[in-house]
């Protein structure tokens, strides 16, 4: 999951993009439970290159906004920032702020000499026993980030966030309980 924000800077099942209206710039996974709009300006694109990434929107000036989801191990959303912190450092990116975030989560700012990165980082519980980490990323210019960020905020507010369909799946190495396999007709001679 701490994967998710250096993805997000460099396919989903379920999901639906429509393009020709309004309906162009939505996007939504069921499968992962997580939905966003792209807002006037920006377009849709489902081309992300990784599985976790689910969308990015784009903007002619170059500003991208990222939507990852993945299950994870974190606890909370502070968690999972503090996870992904050295994958930004990597990426030559010097944390600037780290706050509450709307939603409940964190909220991370960075700088880099050629760019600027707005995250919102989200966990939340899916099923039983699983956690769902959710990352809205930008990237953009210094010179673009008061357009962006409002982009970004609009973005944030109209996260669409619902229960994701892999919720309901077993986990992997889980096998079903059954009761023993007996033949009731059956005589031990």
């Not at 960075?110 to 959710?134: S, W």
């Amino acid at each position: 999951m701490a994967s998710l924000a250096v993805l997000a800077l460099a396919s989903a099942l379920g999901a639906r993009a429509v393009t020709g209206s309004s309906r162009d710039r939505h996007f939504f996974s069921a499968h992962d439970g997580v939905g966003v709009e792209a807002p006037p300006g920006w377009t849709l694109s489902l081309h992300t290159g990784y599985p976790e990434i689910l969308c990015v929107l784009l903007h002619p000036d170059g500003s991208r906004i990222s939507l990852s989801a993945a299950v994870t191990k974190a606890a909370d959303a502070k968690a999972l920032a503090e996870q992904s912190r050295r994958g930004l450092e990597a990426q030559h990116l010097a944390i600037a702020r780290v706050a509450p975030g709307p939603r409940g989560g964190v909220l991370v700012e960075a700088h880099g000499a050629a760019a600027e990165l707005r995250q919102l980082y989200l966990v939340r519980a899916v099923g039983a026993t699983k956690r769902q980490g959710v990352v809205l990323t930008l990237s953009t210019r210094a010179a673009t980030l008061a357009q962006a960020g409002a982009a970004f905020d609009a973005v944030v507010a109209r996260l669409e966030l619902e229960p994701p369909s892999f919720a309901e799946e077993p986990d992997a190495g889980a096998r079903a309980a059954q009761p023993p396999a007996h033949d009731a007709g059956a005589r031990a001679d």
